[in-house]
């Protein structure tokens, strides 16, 4: 067994102590410095808004929570569901959704109304849609250089 293998199992011994029974764990990656857990149940995780930041803290890790695939809304439904849990004065431009990720990127004139007080509207749309939320902000000013950064990074993730 590798020492990278030996860290990933003290790893998942640490998330089963700390993540509820009920929360199911399907994957536990690394992905460069950042650790990658994979769940069935995404809308648990954010209904439970200190449980990333325990395991972050517990772990020293930075932490990303991924759904599995096959739990995620279809994105007709989640865009349609997103657009009602954010308020219209954020005024969302787009929705790009990722599957292979499970996050949707909103772009949004007022990404705070986005995120909502202390994460509460991101919780929200995760515990309906079961997408990961990243917000960014839509340019007030159309920039070729934006535009062309954002389209390299779309063709990357890609």
Partial sequence: MSTVDKQLETVRETIDEVVPREITISDVTYEGPELVIYTRDPKQFARNGDLVRRLASELRKRISVRP????LTPPSRAEEAIRKAVPDEAEISELDFHADTGEVLI????PGVVIGQSGETLRKITQRVGWTPEVVRTPPIESATVQNVRNLLQQERD
């Fill in 68 to 71: 599995d695939p096959d739990v």
């Fill in 107 to 110: 772009k949004a004139t007022k």
